[in-house]
């Protein structure tokens, strides 16, 4: 029974620390299909994690403080959007300005908010995100351990098939994809490509946010520094890893999440291996994913490639 429970623990810890990823990636899904490199998720990530706290800790209702996170990321998605469609910015440039201003806008304004700290002040557990299904399975350890999950966890799986039917059941998720394989064809059927655009990236930068708020508001209690640390990147490389496919980027953003439950287990219990191995194996197998499966993802073919009207 004692392995039963164990394996539910992980899965249960897996399930915390992949929604923060699917939602992040969800976000790389809408503005890689629309033809724009968004790198700078983890810029979005972390501004939407220091929000969350912050609006949660002030406000005492998590689900006000996990859409101003969106919107915290939205923003920044907008400066990235601003550059890259209408300036035509070098994407990666922009992507990596963006990931420097996000975590230094939360840093200063941590400071500004909570008395020249560094972090934020935890949040009340009872002013946390809500577990649905909190006590349904009490009599059940191993299904308890599994179910009994933040709602970030349970709308992460919604938006995933959100995403899916919005990208490939209705005409903006069409006119996504075809702006993002020939902006130039879309743009003749008269189809608005920069506006198109606009709504893709913003829309990664509000769902980084959400992803953000996901670890601050559920995952753990606070914001602070080391919170995301790379957390981003590894959405970016699962996006790949998935096939640019919301449904794909959720069985990869579930690995890594797996990977992440197995450090938090093998570090709660009495196997002697360095904290500091253990906190490497989710990057590990990032590197190795990359190694092995970028060469042979192939993503929207004007992904990256920016777009002028005028230019013949």
Not at 14 to 21: D, E, F, I, N, V
Request: glycine share 12%; aromatic share 12%.
């Amino acid at each position: 029974m004692n392995a039963l429970n164990d394996l539910g623990l992980i899965i249960g810890i897996s399930l915390m620390y992949a929604a923060p990823l699917m939602y992040t990636a969800l976000g790389g899904v809408m503005t890689e299909n629309s033809g724009v490199v968004n790198i700078g998720l983890e810029g979005m990530m972390t501004i939407g994690a220091f929000v969350g706290a912050t609006v949660g800790f002030y406000s005492g209702n998590p689900w006000l403080a996990f859409l101003c996170a969106g919107l915290a990321g939205g923003v920044l998605a907008l400066l990235h959007a601003v550059a890259c469609v209408t300036f035509s910015a070098d994407q990666v440039v922009s992507g990596i300005a963006i990931n420097f201003l996000g975590p230094g806008l939360s840093l200063f304004l941590s400071r500004v908010f909570f008395d020249g700290a560094t972090m934020t002040k935890p949040i009340p557990l009872d002013q946390k995100m809500p577990r649905p299904l909190n006590g349904v399975f009490a009599q059940n350890s191993f299904l308890d351990l599994v179910f009994n999950q933040y709602a970030t966890v349970y709308l992460a799986f919604l938006l995933v098939f959100i995403v899916w039917y919005i990208l490939y059941k209705t005409k903006i998720g069409l006119r996504i994809r075809a702006v993002g394989e020939h902006p130039r064809a879309a743009d003749t059927l008269g189809i608005d490509v920069y506006k198109v655009k606009y709504l893709a990236v913003i829309l990664s930068g509000v769902f980084a946010g959400f992803g953000g708020a996901a670890m601050s508001l559920a995952a753990v209690s606070n914001f602070r520094a080391t919170l995301i640390s790379g957390q981003g990147f590894i959405a970016l490389a699962a996006m790949i890893f998935g096939k640019w496919t919301p449904q794909g980027s959720m069985w990869a953003c579930l690995l890594f999440g797996v990977a992440q439950g197995l450090v938090v287990y093998l570090g709660g219990t009495d196997i002697r291996v360095s904290s500091q191995l253990l906190a490497m194996i989710p990057y590990v197998i990032t590197l190795i994913i990359l190694m092995s499966f970028v060469g042979k993802a192939t993503g929207p073919a004007a992904n990256g490639i920016p777009y002028e009207k005028n230019e013949e």
